[in-house]
């Protein structure tokens, strides 16, 4: 049972537009959930968390929006860089218990 | 660099074999977290470490794998027995602790012929 779903395995987007990547989850114990990037041959690099308490948070280009009722997430990535073209993992974990469990991905495509 | 460790980058090796991969953790990092990846899927988490105890090992898929900490650092994962289907890219995590990020190694490439 997929606890982290991402359903689109990859997505193209013009460079200079806005990059929609969408995770839902089904454990309503998770309050914790974070977006990593992955290049091919390296380790996923942490790129943006929110906390259940918050249902926004910006950091540069990347804002992570949360809604709770519907348990899913987004992270909003505006402007769109070839540079941003990688594998997206949405990730969540309780609180209290450190386990994060990861999405299949997203495999980002930004177009020059 | 200042990233969490990981080695060897690549190691190929016959069914039936023993094998160890080592990670070691961002200075300072309590926490200390093993996943396991197969091609088009994310990370599956095997096991995670609170300082030298392990303090969730449901991930790991059977008696084969063992993992300790002996010094609440460096982390060695280990594989008994190997089967073609232990192959996978093994990755490790370190955090400062709860609802931290976790940060990647680049992981050990594992290849059973």
């Known amino acids: 049972d997929q606890q982290v779903k991402q359903n689109s395995p990859s997505l193209s987007v013009q460079e200079g537009r806005i990059s929609i990547l969408n995770c839902d989850y089904t454990?309503?114990?998770?309050?914790?959930f974070l977006w990593y990037k992955k290049y091919p041959a390296e380790g996923p690099t942490f790129l943006i968390s929110i906390s259940s308490i918050k249902d926004k948070n910006e950091d540069g280009r990347f804002t992570v929006f949360l809604n709770k009722s519907a348990k899913h997430l987004s992270l909003h990535i505006v402007p769109s860089q070839p540079g941003d073209s990688a594998v997206y993992f949405c990730a969540a974990s309780r609180s209290s218990y450190d386990k994060v469990i990861f999405g299949p991905g997203t495999s980002l495509s930004v177009i020059p | 660099g200042a990233g969490v460790s990981q080695t060897p980058s690549n190691k190929v090796t016959e069914k039936g074999k023993y094998v160890e991969l080592r990670c070691d953790p961002i200075s300072g990092h309590t926490a200390l977290y093993w996943y396991r990846q197969s091609l088009g899927q994310g990370p599956e988490f095997l096991i995670y470490f609170q300082g030298t105890g392990a303090a969730d090992d449901s991930g790991l898929p059977n008696d084969r794998f063992f993992a300790v900490r002996p010094e609440g650092s460096v982390s060695t994962l280990k594989i008994q027995r190997t089967e073609r289907g232990d192959s996978a890219v093994y990755l490790c995590?370190?955090?400062?602790?709860?609802?931290?990020?976790?940060?990647f190694g680049d992981g050990t490439r594992l290849s059973i012929l």
């Open positions: 995590a370190s955090s400062l602790g709860n609802n931290q990020p976790q940060h």
């Open positions: 454990n309503s114990m998770f309050d914790y």
